[in-house]
């Protein structure tokens, strides 16, 4: 059994839902689980419905018209989807009438762009003689926390999972499961969202529940590079990369699964594959526990623009206990999150996203210390094997000295797979340009 999980472009439209289905024929033999997200926009189209049955106004034409006109192209009967949409409608009535949305209102809302997904490219390949059958994710065993628009998986999902696709691995059944991302119900049978990578969460842990060869997630690129192809043109895929590098890359801007989808994998230690929907003969990259040949001394270069450098510098830090609790408690009381830190005798240099708000944080903080902020920043960030960092550093440093760009802050993560350092925000694309021409040439 193997996990393939499409994202929302990759079912955009009646042409791509017709390439992932001769990409699921193509592997069928090896009895996929399918996960997908919701066609194109539909997320941003059912808030926007939202919006407008706030001020009294129910209005669907935007999906509907969207998984009509797919259907009609594609050939197919939707009256599950019609049954959806009149599901829909019934609800931003409700909407409309209350003139207000819950955290939970809005979880039943943006679920119906992965059920009516699921639906649609079920039927689709059923009309090509493939046997599929389509399943809202709490028929196969996902249940949530009540934690709305954010939930987390009970552990209860380790074994209700295998509960109700053992058949299909062990060949009892031959329809291919098209199973929703992002969504679950909690104890009260209430629909629920799994918040941000919700869909790649959905895809390891049934990966790691069945005990998958693999998942695979599907993507418009060979795979995980060595960075951005937009910025650096020469980049190029990397063949295998840790678990922790791959948190790692997703922490510091590469889009490639969310840190937490990395949880059940880890646990289980199944592969998870990166592969490319317009090239599916290339091997990918391969998400694995340990690297199985020579460790590359840099695996990959990527960059968080639009950030906050927080500078506290205080004599008082010299010896003094419970300083630096201090500082973090009053990030805790604000709600604001650090990226990446260091700290000397007498001062802490961090950063947070460019979007917090510090003025309170600001003037807490400095009660304590001095404090400067310094806006349009970026984390530029080498995942390597730190025990080369020596040699890294000194090339990685020569390079930009020689190209004049300036770095304000470094830290390596406690990982030991990463190296940041922060740079203006008009020399990020420069930066990662330099490195890239120092560490893959």
């Avoid at 193509?26 to 049955?53: F, I, N, W």
């Avoid at 709305?148 to 509960?163: G, K, N």
């Avoid at 709600?335 to 961090?350: F, H, L, N």
């Amino acid at each position: 059994m193997i996990v393939m999980k499409f994202g929302g472009s990759s079912v955009a439209n009646a042409e791509r839902i017709k390439h992932v289905a001769s990409i699921i024929k193509a592997y069928k033999d090896k009895r996929p689980v399918v996960v997908l997200s919701a066609m194109g926009d539909t997320t941003d189209h059912l808030l926007e419905a939202a919006d407008l049955a706030v001020t009294g106004t129910v209005d669907v034409k935007n999906v509907a018209k969207l998984h009509e006109d797919t259907a009609a192209e594609l050939g197919i009967n939707i009256d599950t989807i019609k049954a959806l949409l009149d599901e829909l409608k019934t609800l931003l009535t409700g909407i409309s009438m209350l003139k207000e949305i819950s955290k939970r209102s809005r979880d039943y809302l943006v679920s119906f762009g992965e059920r009516m997904s699921v639906r649609m490219m079920s039927a689709y390949l059923k009309s090509q003689g493939i046997d599929a059958q389509f399943y809202d994710a709490w028929d196969v065993g996902f249940v949530s926390d009540s934690n709305y628009m954010s939930a987390e998986l009970l552990d209860e999902v380790w074994q209700t999972i295998p509960q109700y696709l053992t058949a299909y691995k062990e060949g009892k059944d031959n329809a291919i499961p098209i199973v929703t991302g992002f969504i679950a119900k909690d104890k009260n049978g209430t629909i629920t969202t799994l918040g941000r990578g919700g869909s790649d969460l959905t895809a390891t842990m049934i990966g790691a529940a069945m005990k998958a060869e693999e998942v695979q997630t599907w993507k418009d690129v060979d795979g995980i590079l060595t960075t951005d192809p937009r910025v650096v043109k020469e980049a190029k895929p990397v063949p295998e990369v840790t678990y922790e590098e791959a948190q790692e890359l997703a922490m510091f801007g590469s889009q490639v699964l969310h840190p937490r989808s990395m949880v059940p994998v880890r646990k289980s230690g199944t592969p998870v594959r990166v592969k490319n929907s317009y090239n599916i003969q290339s091997q990918g990259t391969i998400i694995v526990e340990n690297h199985t040949g020579k460790v590359p001394p840099v695996c990959a270069i990527t960059s968080v623009k639009h950030v906050q450098l927080i500078d506290m510098v205080s004599n008082r830090m010299l010896g003094a206990a419970g300083f630096l609790a201090h500082i973090f408690n009053n990030f805790l009381k604000w709600g604001i999150s650090i990226d990446v830190i260091a700290t000397s005798e007498v001062s802490v240099s961090c950063t947070v996203s460019g979007k917090e708000k510090l003025e309170g944080l600001v003037q807490d903080l400095s009660k304590a210390c001095d404090v400067s902020v310094r806006k349009d920043r970026a984390i530029v960030t080498v995942i390597c094997d730190v025990e080369h960092s020596s040699a890294i550093l000194a090339s990685g440093f020569k390079a930009l000295s020689d190209e004049g760009i300036n770095v304000q802050m470094i830290s390596q993560g406690a990982s030991k797979v990463n190296i940041s350092v922060i740079v203006n925000d008009d020399e990020a694309d420069r930066t990662v340009k330099v490195l890239h021409k120092a560490f893959f040439g």
